[in-house]
């Protein structure tokens, strides 16, 4: 009989009782709709692989990260499960701060956990008044052995949290985060796909952070990244972005500002479009039948862009997003 | 056999969303309640509302569908369109009239719990 382990609780499945069951069973609430894998209400992730049926309808995305669905999951071996998001906190230590141009921090952080480059955490912030304040951040590196996550973090002048981090946060000091959510990341699935990816302001992060996944994993059909900002000052990156384009023919780094290109040097980049990145997209990009679509930033940007990927023939499921709210001023 | 089964299942429903999806998102009329930043849980919530029509596999019922709509103030209008849409959509599939039938009254039997009536 296996044992499903739930908030430190282990439950025996009785055959032939799903997920679902056992744990209701047990008194646990789970939420659920339509108990026959189609709401994905009863999505939880376990911590081993769960039966392929329980998997049937999800993102690969969503695979790769263990996601199942509790109403169609009758297991044969034990699994550790949580409900989606309810995400433990973790501790990371900052290893180095560097300001990639006059307002956004790279911020370095040591942790010990896995993740996908792409995916995002919160920072927590203790400080306030109004008691523990978290922000989203992307990862912007990849997962390798020195387990460093690189955030990028753009000052607001009313933020509470940006400001914190910008001014008040050392290397050396201790941060609590979440574990890295989020299904916005490059997996075997794109192998061999054409990519297109647009970001605006910081959605370079999670961009910069899939871009080096794919290039690591070989990736060989093309790779088209937009990158836009208000003006050339607010872009940052372009010099390894373009140097990165130079080493590898398949990718391609289009850089662009809706005003003030000419005050752009040839230092900081010779080739940058005074253009709106929406519009640049839809003009290049009229087929993308079977191309995998990442689009990261503004929600008015996103909006726009994934609908005009998928009129021109990308399937939604093969279009990940990321769209950043900015919060109100604390 | 149901419709579902008849048309050829999941498969068949995932060819439709896709066909509908963008039939609704290009009409005026009610693209505003499509137009949302999740457009994988706006494919999600038309997949099961395609497979409810099409009497499929799951237990929405009536209840669901009047809990799911009653903040949208939606008319007559509204539901003709979608209506309409689905009718286009399952036309473009060369889905026999007989069943385009049946997919009507299905729907048509959830009017009232849609426009929270």
């Known amino acids: ?330 | 056999m149901s419709i579902y089964e008849q048309i050829g299942g999941e498969n068949a429903v995932d060819a439709a969303v896709d066909i509908f999806y963008k039939k609704v998102l290009s009409d005026d009329r009610i693209s505003h309640f499509f137009d949302s930043v999740d457009m994988a849980g706006q494919i999600q919530k038309q997949k099961s509302f395609l497979t409810t029509v099409f009497g499929g596999p799951n237990s929405y019922t009536g209840k669901d569908m009047r809990e799911a709509h009653k903040h949208m103030s939606l008319t007559e209008e509204h539901f003709g369109a979608v209506a309409e849409n689905l009718v286009g959509t399952l036309q473009e599939l060369s889905v026999p009239q007989s069943i385009i039938d049946e997919v009507v009254g299905i729907a048509l039997s959830v009017k009232d719990d849609v426009l929270n009536k």
């Open chain 1, 1 to 330: 009989m296996p044992k499903i382990t739930y908030k430190n609780q282990a439950v025996s499945i009785e055959n032939p009782e799903s997920v679902l069951e056992g744990l209701e069973n047990a008194g646990f609430e789970i939420p659920f709709s339509c108990r026959s894998g189609l709401c994905h209400s009863c999505m939880m992730q376990a911590d081993q692989n769960p039966p392929r049926a329980s998997q049937e309808g999800l993102s690969e995305n969503q695979k790769t990260q263990n996601f199942f669905l509790a109403c169609s999951c009758f297991p044969s071996n034990d699994l550790d499960v949580s409900l989606i998001g309810d995400t433990n906190k973790i501790q990371g230590t900052v290893v180095d701060k560097k300001m990639l141009n006059t307002t956004v921090l790279g911020l370095l952080i040591q942790v010990d956990c896995r993740w996908f480059p792409g995916q995002y955490l919160n920072v927590w912030y203790g400080g306030s008044k109004k008691g523990e304040q978290g922000r989203s951040y992307s990862i912007a590196s990849r997962c390798d052995q020195e387990k460093i996550i690189e955030l990028h973090i753009k000052r607001h002048d009313q933020g509470l949290v940006s400001r914190w981090l910008h001014d008040d946060v050392n290397v050396g000091d201790t941060l609590t985060l979440s574990k890295p959510m989020g299904n916005c990341f490059y997996s075997d699935d794109h192998h061999g796909k054409s990519i297109l990816m647009a970001a605006t302001g910081t959605g370079l992060a999670p961009l910069y952070g899939i871009l080096q996944e794919a290039l690591a994993k070989e990736h060989s059909a093309p790779i088209y990244l937009y990158a836009a900002a208000g003006d050339p000052t607010a872009l940052y990156y372009t010099n390894e972005l373009t140097t990165l384009a130079a080493q590898h023919n398949n990718f391609h780094y289009i850089p662009a500002v809706r005003r003030d290109v000419d005050n752009a040097t040839a230092e900081n980049n010779p080739s940058i479009l005074q253009q709106d990145v929406v519009d640049l997209v839809q003009q290049r990009h009229t087929d993308l039948k079977d191309w995998k679509v990442f689009l990261c930033g503004s929600p008015d940007m996103i909006k726009k862009t994934q609908r005009h990927c998928f009129f021109q023939g990308a399937a939604v499921a093969d279009i990940l997003v990321d769209a950043f709210v900015i919060d109100k001023p604390a």
